[in-house]
């Protein structure tokens, strides 16, 4: 998959890691907002110190897109231009801070892919690697045009953040969970006269059943999402959500190597 990126294009300036002390590479992603190039360092750490950086989990190439129309993205790495695939490109403008550096690991940047020895050393940490991270982002992919990713439930918080909904796997998600089923009550209520879905799949939806479920409750009491339909609105909003299930298992990151 290296020659995908690698054949035409620099790889970044490399100095080797100490084989022993269970060094490892960071990358600084300096602050920038979404739209505009992508710049970063590589440093050199260790493990065996206290690090704070996120791992990052992803697929190489994206296998719901067509091969032909990975061009791969262009970012500037220890001021050298870098290429390195759409996939990869997208996850990292959707993590990078409008504020602040952020510091993630990342495997096709932060191991020295033409290097078999280094490779082969670093994939025996990844274990470590990962469980000393001080949080893992898994990427499952760019969404499409007709996805819904909870921006109106976003906006209905007041919050300021175009780009992105953050779930934080603790009682802070609570507050979307409500807007979001408060939004479907008022579908329900006012119907396509006064509420149109712009979405064909609703994403943030199979994300909203997912974490319910992992909490214990089960989809009967769910009634945006329920086998037995009482009302045109109720099918019209579990389909879309049906569709939102099927893109998140559709996903490229599930037919990694690892899953984490």
């Known amino acids: 998959m290296t020659t995908l990126f690698q054949s035409n294009l620099d790889s970044p300036n490399y100095s080797p890691l100490p084989v022993t002390g269970s060094f490892i590479r960071l990358l600084d992603i300096l602050p920038g907002h979404h739209e505009t190039l992508l710049e970063c360092n ?6 065996r110190s206290q690090l704070s950086y996120k791992a990052v989990s992803y697929s190489w190439i994206d296998e719901t897109v067509e091969t032909s129309t990975q061009k791969g993205g262009m970012i500037i790495c220890d001021g050298k231009p870098i290429m390195i695939s759409n996939n990869l490109h997208s996850a990292l403008q959707m993590f990078r801070s409008s504020t602040s550096i952020l510091t993630l690991w990342v495997d096709f940047l932060c191991i020295n892919q033409q290097d078999t020895e280094e490779r082969n050393r670093q994939v025996g940490m990844m274990r470590s690697i990962y469980s000393n991270s001080s949080e893992v982002l898994i990427w499952l992919g760019p969404n499409v045009v007709d996805d819904h990713l909870g921006d109106r ?49 609703d994403v943030f939806g199979a994300f909203i059943i997912l974490k319910q479920l992992a909490q214990g409750i089960p989809l009967k009491v769910l009634r945006f999402y329920q086998a037995i339909f009482t009302s045109v609105e109720q099918i019209r909003w579990s389909s879309s959500v049906h569709w939102g299930i099927g893109a998140v298992a559709d996903c490229s990151w599930w037919k990694r190597t690892w899953v984490i």
């Open 42 to 47: 590589l440093r050199v750490a260790s493990l």
């Open 153 to 201: 439930v976003v906006a209905r918080q007041g919050m300021d953040n175009k780009y992105k909904v953050v779930w934080h796997n603790d009682n802070r998600d609570q507050q979307m969970v409500l807007s979001y089923l408060q939004l479907f009550r008022e579908y329900e209520r006012v119907g396509e006269r006064g509420f149109t879905i712009p979405w064909a799949r």
